[in-house]
């Protein structure tokens, strides 16, 4: 038996199908929703290309090395650091990103630019693993003196990771994202719906059946086969099955909370923010086009300036803020939002022809946690117990965060699951 079911169609379950079928397995894609993308899909308003929040891929991150693995082409550009603005006490301040920003900033003493200077340059010689047992925010109590020192570095662990609270995420963690981030990132053309297009593409040259609408609710498995139950009562076999959704409905797949991925899926929490989206006729101010809060838990982007996202002459700019664990009000979020685009881009609202508001969207469902070791506390693609199912996503294995967690994670997931297809099919000629 050669037939591997991968449960999921984002990133992970796609990139999975299409490894597992280069294999040469029969795989079949089970997805619950309507579309395939998950997550990365792009809403198209009016001609306007919306991400579910500001996206961007590491160049040198694992996902980039994953989709050119798997001949898919990215096209965009590389947003520059250099320009950028911080949001503190109601205005805006040159941010320090740089050696002539950090000069002329008002933002900080003289001291406390020095002290930024030499933590900033010693993070890519700074090993993860000896800080993946702190928090991120012992972490920069240890390291930095200065407050606003401090809050700045706390703003770029933000706009890296989604992360709000440092008090519970590992330092580890943290410092691999800032590390990753080194090589810089593409904004890409027309949103991630191009990569989620190329991988179906893919997928279905590779020979991958994709089924949305299809919805499993229970994955079974024993020593010689796997199999999905589906809500409308069904059962499919096969030899392997790789769940690649979020870790709470693998949890419910697999038993439930009392299932060993349901005991640690309780001891996390997840990550969420709520997101603008802006489509304007015109950019009312050129210059304030990347914006990290300080002091408020916010972030401004525009991201049509190095990529195809508007049409001619127009531009999308996002506005982010990071969300707690406490609830939030979205009518005062939006409020709070749009008030720093007033500050940013004045007489935006007179320009609008697109727009949406994300009130809440979970970016990670289980954000790595000092407690658990941050990236060495997550789950692997072979859970205990279960010889013939997989986990893939982005709360899966040791390497990478976000996208790249995810791709990461289906490679390795798939090459399990080509294993054990491979012993099932030995298993049953010999038989």
Not at 147 to 157: E, F, K, N, V
Not at 195 to 217: F, M, N, W, Y
Not at 347 to 366: H, M, N, R, S
């Amino acid at each position: 038996m050669r037939e591997i079911i991968v449960v999921g169609g984002g990133l992970a379950g796609l990139a999975a199908s299409i490894y597992a079928a280069q294999g040469g397995a029969r795989v079949l894609l089970l997805e619950r929703s309507a579309h395939l993308g998950g997550r990365a899909i792009t809403n198209i308003r009016n001609h306007y290309h919306f991400n579910l929040g500001p996206h961007a891929l590491y160049r040198s991150g694992c996902a980039a090395a994953a989709l050119a693995d798997l001949g898919v082409n990215l096209s965009g550009g590389m947003p520059p650091l250099a320009g950028a603005f911080a949001y503190h006490g109601g205005r805006l301040h040159t941010f320090p990103s740089g050696g002539v920003s950090l000069l002329v900033t008002g933002l900080i003493t003289t001291e406390a630019k020095q002290e930024l200077a030499a933590f900033r340059k010693g993070l890519s010689h700074e090993d993860p693993e000896r800080l993946d047992f702190i928090t991120a925010d012992e972490w920069l109590q240890r390291s930095l003196k200065d407050d606003m020192a401090r809050a700045i570095m706390r703003s770029l662990i933000r706009t890296a990771t989604f992360v709000h609270a440092v008090d519970s995420y590992s330092a580890g963690a943290a410092l691999r994202q800032l590390q990753a981030g080194g090589a810089g990132v593409l904004y890409l053309d027309y949103g991630w719906q191009s990569i989620v297009d190329s991988l179906v593409s893919r997928a279905q040259q590779a020979g991958v059946r994709l089924e949305p609408s299809r919805c499993v609710k229970r994955v079974e498995t024993a020593s010689d086969r796997a199999a999905v139950c589906l809500d409308d009562g069904s059962r499919i076999e096969a030899a392997a099955v790789i769940i690649a959704t979020r870790p709470g409905a693998a949890v419910a797949m697999l038993g439930g909370p009392s299932s060993t991925l349901g005991a640690w899926f309780a001891n996390t929490r997840p990550a969420r923010v709520a997101c603008l989206n802006i489509g304007l006729r015109e950019q009312p101010n050129g210059v304030h086009r990347l914006t990290f809060g300080i002091d408020r838990p916010l972030y401004l982007s525009v991201h049509s300036e190095v990529a195809r996202l508007a049409p001619d002459e127009r531009a999308v700019v996002h506005v982010t803020k990071y969300l707690g664990d406490h609830c939030s009000d979205p009518a005062l979020d939006r409020a709070e939002m749009e008030s720093l685009l007033d500050l940013a881009q004045p007489g935006w609202k007179d320009l609008v022809e697109a727009e949406e508001f994300l009130p809440a969207i979970t970016v990670v469902d289980a954000v790595p946690a000092a407690a658990q070791g941050g990236l060495r506390g997550r789950p692997g693609p072979a859970l205990p117990g279960c010889s013939r199912v997989f986990v893939a996503g982005d709360w899966v294995g040791d390497e990478g965060q976000l996208a790249d967690a995810s791709l990461a994670s289906a490679k390795q997931a798939a090459a399990l699951a080509l294993q054990a297809a491979s012993v099932a099919a030995s298993v049953s000629q010999t038989a």
